[in-house]
């Protein structure tokens, strides 16, 4: 039989399956507090099975206890400024940037691909920093296309 090929997603929390956010509770506790697997799933209200049955397939979109680099595809109006303003929200959370490839504009369009480096100071701001920059005048799209 051939193996099968894993693949990977970024799904907003809130539309998981009860059962999976209650493994993510259970994680964030033992995390959080210290405390045993036991006296987490005892204290979110879950079943040990459903726990053991998920936990593996699951884990925290940025893994505070290591550096992450993301690669991120940016889609920038070809206009004075605004890779700048990007690099400057950037910057401002302390994310290192480790490079940058822009393309020569068409249509009036930039594309960019960064690869990010992120530690556990500057990863519990990455997502409002993503969200910053999605939201900057100039930009059109902003998308995470790999992270190791």
Do not use: C, H
Request: cysteine-free.
């Amino acid at each position: 039989m051939g193996e099968t090929k894993k693949e990977f997603y970024i799904v907003d929390k809130r539309i998981l399956p009860k059962s999976i956010q209650m493994v993510i509770a259970v994680n964030d506790l033992i995390q959080q507090e210290k405390i045993s697997k036991y006296e987490a799933i005892k204290k979110v209200g879950m079943s040990r099975s459903t726990y053991y049955k998920y936990k593996d397939y699951i884990k925290p979109f940025f893994e505070k206890s290591k550096d992450s680099v993301f690669n991120v595809y940016l889609l920038l109006k070809d206009e004075p400024g605004v890779l700048s303003k990007v690099l400057d929200l950037i910057a401002s959370t302390g994310v290192n940037v480790l490079t940058i490839i822009q393309n020569i504009p068409i249509d009036g369009l930039a594309r960019a691909t960064l690869s990010l480096q992120v530690n556990k100071n500057t990863g519990k701001n990455f997502e409002e920093m993503l969200n910053n920059i999605r939201n900057t005048n100039g930009v059109k799209d902003i998308r995470i296309i790999g992270n190791s």
